[in-house]
């Protein structure tokens, strides 16, 4: 089954949503994507398992750039 990727930032992903402490922990490394000194860009890769769970919006994780291209290399973009 293949996975599908929204790329998207902090900020618009999760603008109004983020947890108590601040923290958005990528789903593999647990750095967290919400410090700008760790994760400059503020760059965000939100990952699907299915087309319906991208049409209601339910995401599986997010994961930072370097996981994504090692953990998911043939997730399709959307």
């Known amino acids: 089954m293949p996975a599908y990727v929204r790329k ?3 900020e618009d992903e999760f603008g109004a949503r983020r947890t ?3 923290a958005i922990l990528c789903g593999h490394c647990g750095l967290d994507l919400a410090d700008r000194a760790a994760n400059p860009s503020g760059a965000v890769n939100v990952l699907y398992v299915d087309k319906n769970h991208i049409k209601d919006n339910r995401p599986h994780d997010v994961y930072c750039d370097d996981c994504l291209s090692s953990w998911f290399p043939k997730a399709k973009i959307v």
């Open 20 to 22: 108590p402490g601040g």
């Open 8 to 10: 998207s930032s902090i």
